[in-house]
């Protein structure tokens, strides 16, 4: 009876309704599309980050001062084993990152050696997407794949090969020529230029390191629950001479990138939503003002006050319900759209993105959190919209209500 | 026992300041079971503000109602509420009815609030429509009711959940003279066959000519009391 009265009220004033309605759906289909962008292209960012850095890594207590070889871990099958087993834990991965100097004929330049088991990980850093020239990497290969801003530089391909001059584990020297098996686009400038996947194998003996990690590095499966598998992962090593890092602490400066982009966006759907919370407001107000006679009477008749408050608040439940369902249902598609066909950015925000380490891809993130997160919001708005017409039922005098 | 029982009533509004009125000063007024009594009285005298206190809408500056032995004079607000929804039906001079609902829904309304059940509401409505000769336009909404029409729903509304009394004030003030006889019709009828008690108020002569007691008041005050045969 209450559903069926709030129902028939709000459409008494058609017009006003479907404004009402309108507004909520352009804000919530709005909000959403802008967060789907927002979040996909810090999803992508930081997937293509944490794929090199992982979310968490296990090192040694002195490697985060020295990142050098000698302050790596021996591995251990039995603990990464440990770790994987933990809850949110995606994959383990010992890791060898390492610099050396490149050099081909009478050109050299800085390389960022990073150092992957090939089967299991070259999905994690996309290769197989990223693969422009040539073929992947084997777990026991002995060739490597670089960038194509490095092949650029040094003007080679796929079947030449690179010198890695550098050092190796307790002061060996590590020089040695490699083929090039694939060459990968990278979006970012830097490491297009400067970075060499070899197979962990390989460099454990280039290096001259068996069985030696700079660090372990976890990826996760709910990136949100960072900290709390971090605990999770200092729980299981404790007592062993090993640290945990996750990313936010190692790269403090892409989450303050983060933080201050996310931040701008909030305040600007704070003000869409002050603007939604407003209108709706007008709309209650006016739900309640032209309606005082009509509540003299049912009040007089018997009805209670709270009963009365619950058909107001049901009427507005319906509005935005109704603009939060139409909303959602047609942003989701488009958010999809968005995901399979990332926007392609161009031109000079492409290269600003690109000397960010992004890519200057845009897809949009299909995070569902994004879609109640923004009805949470509307929830909240009706919420307080509703304590003016509560208060004023509260208050309501029947006779006075009823005298025109 | 005595349906109503007011003892002693005053009512002044904004009292000690110099806009004070004294609406009501000093009535004393016993009804009966099965009742049939108008309130006259020029404009002003006092009638709506002594039925609302009799309804529970309106706290009396001093004196006592009893409905049915009960006191209502201590009741909260609330209480009242509740009290109002099993014990008075309500006829107001228009604009009685939800506009949303149908008049048959409009005539439930009350027992659905009191939580009876869907059967007996059903043919309590559909015989009280009966009875004021609406039955046809049962689904129809106020707005597609004629004046008189809607006055009607609203008395069935009233007899619905069986009150002690309902109380009218001014029901026929804006009906033509066939609408307000046809209600009066509908009133005594159903005053007679389901002995419901009747209070309403009137300043129509063709209205107090069917009342079977006649109270009259005037600044406040009773001036005469008349039982007709
Ligand atoms: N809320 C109020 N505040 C102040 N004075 C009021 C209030 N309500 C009624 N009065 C005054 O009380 C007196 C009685 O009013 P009441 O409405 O009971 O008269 P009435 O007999 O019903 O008149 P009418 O026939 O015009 O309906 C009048 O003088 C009126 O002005
Ligand atoms: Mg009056």
Known sequence: ????????????????????????????????????????????????TMSLSGYIQVQSPAFWEEQT???????????????????????????????????????????????????????????????DEGSLLADDDDGIIIGRGMAQYFE??????????????????????????????????????????????????????????????????????????????????????LTTMNWKQMMPELLQAYQADAGGNVIFLMVLYLIIGFGIFGTVLMMT???????????????????????????????????????????????????LNPIQITGDAADAMRDLGFDPVIAGSISLSILYENALVIAVIIALVNIYPAIVISKLNPIKAMRK | MSVIKVKGIQKIYNEGSAIEVRALNGIDLVVEKGEFTAVVGPSGSGKTTLLNIIGGLDVATQGEVLIDGTTISGMSENELIGFRLNNIGF??????????????????????????????????????????????????????????????????????????????????ANLDSKSTSDLLDIMARLNKEEGTTFIFSTHDQRVIDRARRVVTIDDGRITSDVHHA
Not at chain 1, 26 to 43: D, K
């Open chain 1, 156 to 241: 080679i391909g796929v079947g030449d090969t690179l010198s890695m001059l550098g050092q190796g584990y307790h002061g060996a020297s590590a020089n040695a020529n490699f083929p090039i098996r694939g060459i990968i686009k990278y979006g970012s400038n830097q490491m297009s230029g400067s970075l060499v996947i070899m197979p962990l194998k390989l460099a454990q003996s280039h290096f001259d390191a068996p069985n030696i990690a700079t660090s372990l590095h976890v990826s996760l499966d709910d990136i949100d629950k960072l900290e709390k598998t971090q605990l999770l992962i200092d729980k299981a090593l404790s007592g062993q001479d």
């Open chain 1, 1 to 48: 009876m209450f559903f069926k009265l709030a129902w028939r009220n709000i459409w008494r004033s058609k017009r006003r309704s479907l404004i009402t309605i309108g507004s909520i759906f352009f804000a919530i289909l709005f909000s959403n599309l802008m967060q789907s962008l927002q979040r996909g292209l810090w999803e992508k960012s930081l997937g293509a």
């Open chain 1, 289 to 339: 003002t032209e309606r005082m006679y009509e509540f003299g009477v049912m009040v007089s008749i018997g009805m209670k006050r709270f009963k009365l408050s619950i058909i107001l608040f049901l009427e507005t439940v319906f509005l935005s319900a109704i603009g939060v369902a139409v909303g959602s249902l047609l942003s989701f598609p488009i958010m999809f759209y968005y995901h």
């Open chain 2, 91 to 172: 006829v107001f001079q228009a604009y009685n009815l939800i506009p949303v609902l149908t008049a048959k829904e409009n005539v439930g309304f009350i027992m659905l609030l009191q939580k009876r059940s869907n059967d007996e509401r059903e043919n309590r409505v559909n015989e009280l429509l009966d009875e004021v000769g609406l039955k046809e336009q049962k689904n129809k909404r106020p707005g597609e009711l004629s004046g008189g029409q809607q006055q009607r729903v609203a008395v069935a509304r009233a007899l619905a959940s069986k009150p002690k009394f309902v109380l009218a004030d001014e029901p026929t």
């Open chain 1, 69 to 131: 070889l000698d302050n790596g871990i021996e591995c251990n099958a039995q603990q990464v084993e440990t770790i994987s087993q933990i809850d949110n834990v995606k994959l383990v991965s010992p890791r060898i990152q390492s610099g050396a100097l490149a050099a081909h004929g009478i050109l050299s330049k800085f390389a960022f050696i990073h150092c992957i088991n090939p089967s299991t990980e070259q999905d994690l850093l996309e290769l197989p997407l990223k693969l």
